[in-house]
């Protein structure tokens, strides 16, 4: 079957793999109706359709923290996708470089920033603020020796959310045993993604936490030693701290209200991502295109201004970029397609994207993003 749209990568994704994991990718926190809300508020925005005027040479391309993008999409930060695809990030960061598009690598993914920067290219870097600062400052040193052109700070995770289907489907460790029975069960009747991942694969570690975390096995110790060690404490004097070590652009990620981002422009962060975590955090609050046009209102001019959250198209991120948004981060759009194929299946949701964009551009009227923005 031909794949056209968000929702046919997510259900070739759901077909190929096993439960727990595309549940992993496909979920949101308590009973989800902020990560309905995230599609739905994009779904009512609307443009202005414009006609004859000469939209025959149209210009994508944009300059963001000194890096040339092809078009206003960065990949974003997605855990544990090394399990989606035989070393998920690298091929997920081969389709984004071809793209000309960055590629921000998790803290928590499997492939380690040095393999994604020697196998694809140096990738953006996600980083949590960990009670362990000691591995904290070793991630920092890692990602800055191994190229990475910008951190991305995420800052609304200072305890995993209340995740029901994450429960249910065994991925937080409880259910004990009989939980561990079925996940084997489910993998072995995927058997396409259980060649790909486990067999034909190299074996797999944890990525970047793998010195942190040297005897896990399992996704249940995964899961206990991240559960143990998300920070309550972190607070706006960390983002100082971890800038006496970082000297490129820092973006933090995580951002809802406006007192919040005139928060991160004082500690001098070079961007900010309107994000609510894909839903994933805390149920009932705003969705980022919701949250969007005051955040822009009140810091657009001091910092750059990217959202993420419920962008499934191009025509979602010329709708993110009508109110004010720099750039779009996509998550479930790229780790479907990965889960669903690989790097080709990347590669052709991001073209796709990226047609989208253009035509949406077309008949809106709009030869550049500037003219997006504007309205014009």
Known sequence: MMLASFDDYRDAARRRLPRVLFDYIDGGAYDEHTLERNVADLKAITLNQRVMRDVSKVDMKLTLFGQQLAAPLILAPVGLTGMYARRGEVQAARAAKTAGLPFCLSTVGLCSIEEVARDAAPPWFQLYVMKDRGHMRELLHRAKDAGSPV???TVDLQTPGA????VRSGMTGRGGFGAQVAQAIDGITHPGWLWDV??????????NLTSAI???RSLTDFWQWIG????ATMNWKDVEAIREIWTGPIVIKGVLHVDDAREAVKCGADGIVVSNHGGRQLDGVLSPIAALPRIVDAVGRKTEVLMDGGVHSGLDVI???????????????????LGAGGEPLVAQTLARMKAEMRTAMMLTGCTTLEQVRKGI
Not at 163 to 166: G, P, Q
């Open 228 to 231: 143990a060690n998300f920070d």
């Open 151 to 153: 951190l991305v700070l």
């Open 163 to 166: 995740r029901y289907r994450d």
């Open 214 to 216: 040297p005897t896990a």
């Open 319 to 337: 709708k993110a970029l009508s109110l004010g948004a720099k750039a779009c981060l996509i998550g479930r759009a790229w780790a479907f397609a």
């Open 198 to 207: 486990f067999i034909h694969g190299r074996p797999h570690a944890f990525g």
